[in-house]
């Protein structure tokens, strides 16, 4: 294997890419890729489907039950205001919820693109051989 790799000037060895496809990097673009591997394997996934599903359940009955309670009599003024604040607040808030979980992910999916488009610019370093 010593017909694989060269010295210069600076005390450092520097294997070249072998037959088998192998790619040399450097460290600075190995480290700046494993950091992105490493910060997105780390990230929680924050994921706010029982909430808003919740949140639409209490909106949509409470919207619902709307209907009824107009046409029910002897009940206080204040049941009707308060079924349709319920209702428009969880229905409001479930999409908020809603948009928030549907950041998250395409944060995600821009990270992992991210990584891909760091690895294919260290492949276009290399010159490409045909190995047919």
Known sequence: MEE????????????LPSNDGCYSIRKFDWNRIKRKVIYTGEKKEIDFKLWYSIL???GGSAGLSIIPITFTKDLPDW???????ISI??????????IMNSRFKKNKEVDLIEIK??????EKMFEQKNEN
């Open 56 to 58: 639409y359940g209490i």
């Open 79 to 85: 049941t009707k205001p308060l079924y349709i604040i």
């Open 117 to 122: 488009n760091e690895m294919e610019e260290v």
């Open 4 to 15: 694989n790799k060269f010295n210069y000037k600076k005390d450092e060895t520097i294997y």
């Open 89 to 98: 607040f969880s229905v409001l808030i479930a999409i908020l919820f809603t």
